[in-house]
């Protein structure tokens, strides 16, 4: 390795260092301030009025960075869930499912959450919770078996999408299915999706609902319906950030390399 490669991951290690450390201190008696961090390096006069300036700079700097990131961390998020809803029982099947339908935009899938009102796993179990397409009102084709336990207990499960799009102004089925389930005896599964005969859903998202009917059967080709809705919340962020996201990561970004390139001429010289 030569010694300007050497040199330059020497450098990134340092810099990497640096990322974890801020040294401040303050002198009364000479009325100096200095600041120490990777991006930002003075010292600062509290006489003079520049100095001041530069230290206004820096706390600018730093709120820009941290409106920036924290815009990027919680835009667009939107949950459609009723599972605060009372009211209703719970449904067993081979087959389970409910509707819901999306707003206008792109949205990745995040996760869904299910509650389970009752369970009998005297066999054995492989409970799986699946995202399908519409059809006419009808459910469409397998999108998407969520991870999650094929064994769920009594109360609320989440199952994880790997991101899966849903797009904007669209109907999609949670489908639970339990292959083991039996009605007559011997050993078998069955878990109780429980449900409400409440029409009410709360969303963060305009336009998100969820379907007031729920289906069941032992085929997806023979299911039946029924009034009210399981009850489930449906986890979803944006796929793009709003363009005032983007302009702001890209000033906060444009200052912070300023100011880092300021920094390494001044050490430089």
Same mark, same amino acid.
């Given at each position: 390795?030569?010694?300007?490669?050497?040199?330059?991951?020497?450098?990134?290690?340092?810099?990497?260092?640096?990322?974890?450390?801020?040294?401040?201190?303050?002198?009364?008696?000479?009325?100096?301030?200095?600041?120490?961090?990777?991006?930002?390096?003075?010292?600062?006069?509290?006489?003079?009025?520049?100095?001041?300036?530069?230290?206004?700079?820096?706390?600018?700097?730093?709120?820009?960075?941290?409106?920036?990131?924290?815009?990027?961390?919680?835009?667009?998020?939107?949950?459609?869930?009723?599972?605060?809803?009372?009211?209703?029982?719970?449904?067993?099947?081979?087959?389970?499912?409910?509707?819901?339908?999306?707003?206008?935009?792109?949205?990745?899938?995040?996760?869904?959450?299910?509650?389970? @009102?009752?369970?009998?796993? &005297?066999?054995? $179990? #492989?409970?799986?919770?699946?995202?399908? !397409?519409? *059809? /006419?009102? =009808?459910?469409?084709?397998?999108?998407?078996?969520?991870?999650?336990?094929?064994?769920?207990?009594?109360?609320?499960?989440?199952?994880?999408?790997?991101?899966?799009?849903?797009?904007?102004?669209?109907?999609?089925?949670?489908?639970?299915?339990?292959?083991?389930?039996?009605?007559?005896?011997?050993?078998?599964?069955?878990?109780?999706?429980?449900?409400?005969?409440?029409?009410?859903?709360?969303?963060?998202?305009?336009?998100?609902?969820?379907?007031?009917?729920?289906?069941? @059967?032992?085929?997806?080709? &023979?299911?039946? $319906? #029924?009034?009210?809705?399981?009850?489930? !919340?449906? *986890? /979803?962020? =944006?796929?793009?950030?709003?363009?005032?996201?983007?302009?702001?990561?890209?000033?906060?970004?444009?200052?912070?390399?300023?100011?880092?390139?300021?920094?390494?001429?001044?050490?430089?010289?």
């Amino acid at each position: 390795m030569n010694s300007r490669v050497r040199t330059a991951l020497m450098d990134v290690s340092h810099r990497c260092r640096e990322l974890f450390w801020m040294d401040m201190t303050l002198e009364l008696k000479s009325l100096k301030f200095k600041v120490s961090c990777p991006i930002y390096h003075f010292h600062m006069n509290i006489s003079n009025p520049c100095s001041w300036f530069r230290f206004l700079r820096l706390i600018r700097l730093t709120s820009v960075l941290a409106g920036a990131l924290g815009s990027a961390a919680a835009f667009g998020q939107v949950i459609v869930s009723n599972l605060s809803e009372s009211g209703g029982s719970a449904s067993s099947d081979t087959y389970l499912a409910n509707s819901f339908t999306t707003d206008a935009t792109v949205y990745p899938l995040r996760s869904v959450t299910i509650d389970i @009102g009752y369970v009998n796993a &005297s066999g054995a $179990s #492989s409970f799986t919770l699946n995202i399908y !397409s519409d *059809n /006419a009102g =009808a459910i469409g084709s397998l999108l998407e078996t969520l991870s999650g336990t094929g064994s769920p207990t009594v109360g609320q499960h989440t199952y994880s999408s790997t991101g899966l799009a849903l797009a904007g102004n669209t109907t999609y089925w949670v489908v639970a299915y339990d292959p083991n389930y039996s009605v007559g005896g011997g050993a078998h599964t069955s878990y109780l999706w429980s449900g409400t005969s409440s029409a009410n859903e709360t969303s963060s998202g305009a336009g998100w609902t969820i379907a007031d009917s729920y289906f069941r @059967g032992a085929s997806l080709g &023979s299911l039946s $319906s #029924s009034a009210g809705s399981f009850k489930f !919340s449906v *986890n /979803a962020s =944006a796929a793009v950030p709003e363009p005032s996201t983007y302009a702001a990561i890209l000033g906060a970004c444009a200052l912070g390399f300023v100011s880092f390139r300021r920094y390494r001429s001044k050490r430089a010289a």
